[in-house]
């Protein structure tokens, strides 16, 4: 394990030195403590800490893509395959909409201390619900380094401590983030040592989800496969998605030129995400028009198709579709193809087969819309637009730590708002319950504005 960052050598520039440490539980235990002080930093802080953070990004630009770079080469060698190299590649661009992301975080209220509800009990006696800090949060997240940054920088703004374990392909841009990262917010305040650590090893990993002493929820970022694994080897609750089985369904009203744009983008503007659509279903009454224009635009994006029968009839030079096509989270360019009869048979096939994660519908009636969105099981149900919009920042949240398919707490993109929970605070003047044990006094239970 990583010793955490905030504690290394000042005066080194950016050559980075590890220092371990013995006890990953000490570590832990001067987290949880820590929490307590961000609990109560003000936004005004939180946000110069933002900033900063954006402007090392800036001033350490070459010395991120070296280290990236350094990753790339080494993928590259084991022959990794060309949707997790996309993923683990930084340039200039993806550094840029970072910024633009810390910059946008800045701009959002502050999640923390915000009064939720007030009720009085009774004449003086006050309960507030108060939004506060998760406290110590681990994600374990895939070899994309810029969710370093995102995940982050979401800690830093919702007031939470953060355990990183990224994937080992990112290991040197993961490195140089988190120590860029970690010195600029203690620049800010002292307040934020201890408060980010950088694990390496899937032994840290083991070890860290014993410790529910400590950690307070663990994001996994991954397969479904993986987001079970975590919660069979865990007593800290778990927040994460399963696959990124995200559908569209095509209806019979739909506008056949925007369900192609549409589809074409939510298939490929990247690939290699989860909330890229990977399986297509297509009202019958509608198919023959709309599959044989769909596939030319597919086709000069070199989408390998895979249809069922009847879609098949349509486009006979494409594969056929199995039963597990239904099931596979593809991120790659391949699109599964079916053709359905009703609104009805679309949702009950995203039911059986899709992992909540998002789901949308592409039509001209309000009424096919209302019903597809009121019965659909999932995180994000969209109308005439791309499931590429399932995401925290596009969503206005400055960025998301992860997708949650949970129907607890958080669910959909998580931004600030997800990483916070509530206590109870009553404030009284002397009261004891055995007054209203005995009727001598009566609740009044009456709703504050």
Not at 234 to 253: R, T
């Amino acid at each position: 394990m990583i010793h955490p960052l905030s504690t290394l050598e000042r005066g080194q520039g950016l050559r980075l030195k590890e220092y371990y440490m013995e006890d990953l539980e000490l570590t832990l235990k001067k987290m949880k403590l820590a929490s307590a002080k961000l609990a109560g930093m003000t936004n005004e802080t939180k946000n110069k800490a933002l900033m900063a953070v954006s402007a090392a990004l800036v001033e350490y630009e070459d010395a991120i893509l070296e280290a990236n770079e350094e990753d790339l080469n080494e993928a590259n060698k084991a022959g990794l395959p060309a949707p997790l190299i996309k993923r683990l590649t930084l340039n200039k661009d993806k550094l840029r909409d970072l910024n633009d992301g810390l910059i946008g975080l800045t701009k959002l209220a502050d999640p923390c201390n915000e009064t939720l509800m007030q009720t009085e009990l009774d004449d003086g006696l006050i309960l507030t619900k108060k939004s506060v800090p998760i406290g110590v949060i681990g994600v374990i997240f895939e070899a994309r380094p810029d969710a370093l940054v995102q995940i982050t920088a979401l800690c830093i703004k919702s007031g939470n401590c953060v355990v990183l374990k990224g994937g080992s392909e990112a290991l040197h841009s993961n490195r140089i983030l988190a120590k860029i990262i970690t010195d600029a917010v203690c620049e800010v305040s002292a307040d934020f040592t201890d408060t980010i650590t950088l694990l390496e090893t899937r032994d840290d990993v083991a070890k860290m989800l014993s410790f529910d002493k400590y950690i307070n929820l663990i994001i996994p970022r991954g397969s479904n496969a993986f987001v079970q694994y975590i919660k069979k080897n865990s007593l800290i609750p778990v927040l994460g998605h399963a696959d990124g089985i995200c559908h569209i369904y095509v209806d019979k009203a739909a506008d056949i030129d925007m369900a192609v744009r549409v589809v074409t983008d939510a298939k490929t503007q990247y690939v290699a995400v989860c909330n890229a659509t990977e399986t297509l279903l297509v009202h019958s009454k509608i198919a023959q028009k709309f599959l044989p224009a769909l596939k030319k635009s597919l086709d000069a994006k070199h989408v390998t198709l895979k249809c069922d029968k009847r879609a098949k009839a349509i486009l006979p030079d494409t594969e056929d579709a199995t039963e597990e096509d239904w099931k596979t989270e593809y991120l790659d360019y391949i699109l599964s193809i079916k053709v359905v009869d009703s609104v009805e048979e679309a949702v009950t096939h995203i039911n059986t087969y899709g992992s909540g994660h998002t789901d949308g519908i592409i039509t001209a009636d309000e009424n096919t819309a209302d019903y597809f969105t009121t019965y659909v099981d999932t995180a994000d149900a969209f109308v005439n637009c791309s499931t590429r919009f399932a995401d925290g920042f596009r969503f206005g949240f400055g960025a998301e730590v992860g997708i949650s398919t949970n129907k607890f707490h958080a669910r959909g993109p998580v931004g600030i708002d997800g990483l916070v929970i509530y206590k109870y605070i009553l404030k009284g003047h002397g009261d004891i319950v055995d007054d209203y044990a005995t009727g001598r006094k009566h609740f009044t239970h009456k709703r504050l504005k």
